[in-house]
């Protein structure tokens, strides 16, 4: 999509001539690595999508696309810390090019950034607004986080708790993306919280739909061989709905999988996902991202934007769904 | 001083009451640990003795007194975990209590919590310019905190670096506290500047005595056996200044005290304190002490507030720098 790609150039130029500051090195040296591992910069991309719904110059939003764009990468720089991870878009991640120490002072350095482009805001009477929905944000990503750390521990986790675990870890940054870039862009309350509950419900199908794909996906489309999560004994929405309509044998069976640590890799993925599919859980999986993308969908009712720019959210939604963004 | 005392006290009140999430309680756990460790509550308590010259009815700074305190705590479980120290006011620190993962996350969190007290001002026209000035100083508390981990790796270190690393990592925290609570009063923004100036001097005062005194001071008065920078062959002004007066055989002395790792205690901390004492390092580190002093002093002059209050002030920076608050 058009829109989109000129979108993407416009930030990465902006990303680009963004000045921080370079002294210490051993400070700047790892901001500037992660943000120059790329990405697809959806985040950025859909706060000025949204704005341009309303205002077909995007410049003033700049700043607040870079906030977002630099706080998702804190959460990554962190979280790499936390997971103990090795890679990142297939290089090494901050503690592993730099050191723990480092990654962590960065991280912090790079959220108080992001605050730093959102005060630079033109239109200063938004900016206690557009700062309050940043900040509720914000902390309701950690909250995310920590639940996913906590949910590796417990063998007791719902359904229902695991929704909210993504909903807080990945939708609502792309929902108050869209509801900042709506606000920036002149949008009515009303219309910013209606992109907000686009981008949550969206953000919530597309998180499902990733779960499907690891496990179930096509390796030619997706790119990458299926199982990971399964290898990793994840506890995805495949997993707890498959332990929520088990019976006890097939409970037991599943359990013993997941907690054996001797097992040849594809004799379990086949193992577990002959579990999965007995349980009809890909249709199940299915319907329930479907459910919310129609949610999301039925959010571009009534936005006062014009019709051909409503488009471009549809466009948009169905390219993520295929992966085509 | 009675009038600090109060501000104290209500300051506690506000901090004990103040609501933050409770769930999950793996992240905030450690966020209400830290906080209840106690500490002066310096830099809260100078932001509102600030508003207090041109307002006396605090409470509208206490949003702002909350946001400083919360983000001083957030520095201290990061640098915790930075320093691999256990203990942090005679308790065990976030990282050891809870763990590593925790401590970040948490640490996160307070960072954004200490926005979301700030942007809680009722006075809307105030966020933009206070939350840049938060903004700036912590991205330079940062910066110093790399610094001060940057040094521990360098031989090189000038005495004009050291000075502008305890700027960076201590000094401009106060500075803006001062500043903001002068804001948030109604000051001038000349007023509030000069307040920044107060704070940032008296720091970088205060921060002078403190490495005299932990290699010269009184243990009865101070509270602890002197020498321990000595033992952590920490780079204090003391040690370069000392580098820089040095003759070549002298230097060499002191480089081997601080290279040696086989000593005894007692015989190294004499041995460096004698070089110090024959280098008059002591009496070069009071003089510029007493000129940072100075300089913090003379910005209460002409502040556009009544006299009995800057008395106040007075009376704080010389309680500082007696230690007796």
Redesign the interface.
């Known amino acids: 999509m058009q829109t989109l790609h000129q979108i993407q150039s416009a930030f990465e130029k902006y990303l680009r001539e963004l000045s921080f500051?370079s002294?210490?090195d051993?400070?700047y040296r790892p901001v500037r690595y992660i943000l120059s591992l790329g990405g697809k910069r959806l985040r950025p991309v859909v706060l000025l999508l949204c704005h341009k719904l309303y205002d077909d110059d995007i410049s003033p939003a700049m700043p607040a696309a870079a906030a977002i764009e630099v706080f998702h990468n804190f959460t990554l720089v962190?979280d790499d810390?936390?997971d103990e991870a090795p890679l990142r878009r297939g290089k090494p991640t901050v503690h592993h090019k730099f050191d723990t120490?480092?990654a962590?002072?960065s991280?912090?350095?790079m959220?108080?950034?992001a605050?730093?482009y959102l005060?630079r805001l033109q239109n200063?009477t938004l900016?206690?607004t557009v700062?309050?929905i940043f900040?509720?944000t914000?902390?309701e990503v950690?909250?995310g986080?920590?639940?996913d750390?906590?949910f590796e521990e417990r063998t007791n986790v719902s359904v229902e708790e695991y929704l909210r675990m993504i909903e807080l870890k990945t939708s609502v940054l792309v929902a108050a993306a869209m509801k900042i870039g709506a606000l920036t862009g002149g949008a009515s309350d009303a219309d910013a919280q209606k992109l907000y509950e686009f981008g949550r419900n969206l953000g919530i199908a597309f998180q499902l739909q990733d779960d499907l794909l690891d496990t179930f996906g096509d390796p030619e489309k997706f790119g990458k061989q299926p199982g990971g999560d399964i290898i990793q004994n994840k506890k995805t929405y495949l997993f707890l709905k498959a332990l929520e309509l088990a019976d006890d044998h097939t409970r037991t069976e599943l359990l013993e999988w997941y907690s054996n640590t001797d097992f040849d890799e594809e004799e379990k993925i086949a193992g577990v996902k002959s579990i999965f599919t007995r349980l009809d859980i890909p249709a199940q999986t299915k319907r329930l991202q479907t459910e919310f993308e129609g949610k999301a969908m039925e959010q571009l009712n009534g936005l006062d934007a014009p019709s051909e720019k409503i488009e471009w959210l549809k466009a948009f939604a169905e390219g993520l769904m295929k992966r085509e963004f």
Request: glycine share 6%; proline share 5%; with cysteine.
């Open positions: 500051g002294d210490p051993n400070l962190h810390i936390m120490n480092k962590i002072l991280g912090d350095v959220l108080v950034l605050y730093d005060l200063q900016i206690p700062s309050r900040t509720q914000a902390i950690c909250e986080q920590q639940m750390m906590d």
